[in-house]
């Protein structure tokens, strides 16, 4: 007989779980979401009405949820990130496995609290490391896995933040201010980086880590003279300062729209007077160089492994184009790799080759798809099969195989507070 789809309640209805969640109405028969729990009533309504269920199944927080009796397999965890930590437990405790967003805890602490929930409940727990199920980071797990570079010698990873990315979710946005939204720029921006690297890495572990970074470029020092507060209220460079909300958010509508038109998520068809006269009030109207943002916006990361090998990860905002690039060095060849542009070059030792090497090019740029390349519903399909005890794939990330790249992440910012001091790392 076939399997019966695994039931799912989200908790947090933002973008993230809404694109995890629309996997089930493409594949009914592997997922069918149940229930919702958001602070938010309108939230609720739209996803209650999506998924075709009654009211009696909407929660206003996931600590109500956890009051009522147990009734699906799993949770779809997409609340913010200092939420993950006290919006998990209760439910954990509940038995529900869960889905849950990166990053699945914000310092060492939350983490191990976290950890021994899961481990005391048995639950089955996997963390949206959406990278890993991307066609181009596969390809060079299975390249590595085939030991087609032989062992891993160094990794580095470079992940270039552009201009529009950082200003919108860095400086102006959600993650611009530690004290609010407690995570760092490495945390929010770079956990999936991290998490790519432990996990080309293997069996190979991380034992210490060291850090540096710092906030140079939007600070009010750095202000042009003439600037005023807000873009669209009293600034005389609106129509020509490269980080004018008119020329970034006006002039582009539809894009960043979950992030700067929130709070218009409730009209049908917003005008652009609507958007306008919210961008005079709201955090993303304001002047870069004057908000109230404490995190960095460029941070460099050095791991060595317990092999001896090691790796680094550059975090670079600023960019005019958003760009990853990854460069795999082994006993016997080299991986390189542009992530956006979908293309990997693979490198062996061969002396009988002209220049020594030979060399193959995989082309993985025909590959389109929503949502992180596809990553987001091959992510969503393999927490069903893992849910159900079934077979999953190698990008698999259950919260344990996540806790190195946590980890990692926060204790290079602890080596970045002390100045780049050398961190040994526990796992
Ligand atoms: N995997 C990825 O590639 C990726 C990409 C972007 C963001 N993220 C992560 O996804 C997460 C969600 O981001 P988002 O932008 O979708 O968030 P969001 O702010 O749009 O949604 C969060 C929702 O959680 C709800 N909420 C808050 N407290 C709650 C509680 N106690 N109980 C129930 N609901 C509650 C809020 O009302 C809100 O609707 C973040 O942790 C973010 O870092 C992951």
């Keep these: 007989m076939a399997n019966k789809p695994v039931t799912a309640i989200i908790v947090g209805a933002g973008h993230r779980a809404m694109a995890y969640a629309d996997f089930s109405l493409k594949y009914p028969e592997k997922l069918k979401i149940v229930g919702v729990a958001d602070l938010d009533k309108h939230r609720q309504k739209m996803v209650s009405e999506k998924f075709g269920f009654s009211e009696e199944f909407c929660f206003d927080s996931a600590e109500e949820l956890a009051k009522v009796p147990k009734f699906a397999d799993a949770v779809i965890n997409g609340t913010m990130d200092e939420q993950h930590v006290e919006t998990s437990i209760p439910l954990l405790e509940k038995g529900y496995d869960m889905l849950l967003e990166k990053p699945f805890a914000v310092n060492v602490e939350e983490l191990e609290r976290l950890i021994e929930v899961v481990k005391r409940n048995n639950n089955k727990v996997m963390i949206c490391h959406v990278l890993r199920y991307t066609p181009f980071y596969s390809e060079i797990k299975k390249r590595i896995l085939n030991g087609e570079i032989g062992k891993v010698v160094n990794i580095q990873t470079i992940e270039n933040v552009s201009y529009h990315h950082l200003s919108t979710s860095f400086v102006r946005g959600k993650w611009a201010n530690s004290e ?77 729209t979950v992030y700067v038109w929130r709070d218009l998520e409730d009209v049908e068809n917003p005008t652009d007077e609507q958007r306008r006269e919210l961008l005079t009030h709201s955090d993303y109207g304001r002047c870069i160089f004057k908000c109230d943002n404490d995190i960095v916006d460029h941070q460099s990361v050095l791991v060595n492994f317990k092999s001896g090998a090691t790796g680094t990860h550059n975090m670079v905002g600023g960019s005019p184009e958003p760009l990853r690039t990854i460069r795999v060095i082994g006993t016997k060849g080299e991986i390189y790799g542009e992530f956006e542009k979908g293309i990997i070059e693979l490198r062996k030792q061969n002396p009988a080759k002209e220049r020594y090497f030979e060399k193959e090019i995989i082309d993985l740029s025909y590959i389109s798809g929503e949502g992180h390349s596809g990553g987001d519903e091959r992510l969503t399909e393999d927490f069903v099969n893992f849910q159900r005890g079934e077979s999953h794939s190698v990008s698999c990330t259950s919260i344990y195989d996540s806790v190195p790249g946590h980890k990692v992440i926060f204790l290079a910012d602890k080596s970045r507070e002390q100045g780049g001091e050398l961190v040994h790392i526990n796992l």
Excluded at 215 to 232: D, H, I, V, W, Y
Aim: some cysteine; aromatic content about 8%; overall charge negative.
């Design 180 to 256: 609010k939204c407690h995570t760092t720029m490495l945390l929010a921006k770079c956990c999936h980086d991290l998490d790519i690297m432990m996990w080309l890495m293997g069996e190979d572990k991380p034992v210490s880590v060291s850090s540096v970074g710092s906030k140079m470029q939007f600070t009010p020092e750095n202000a042009p003279k003439e600037s005023g507060t807000r873009c669209l209220v009293d600034c005389p460079r609106v129509d020509f300062c490269d980080f004018s909300a008119k020329r970034l958010y006006l002039d582009h509508p539809n894009e960043w």
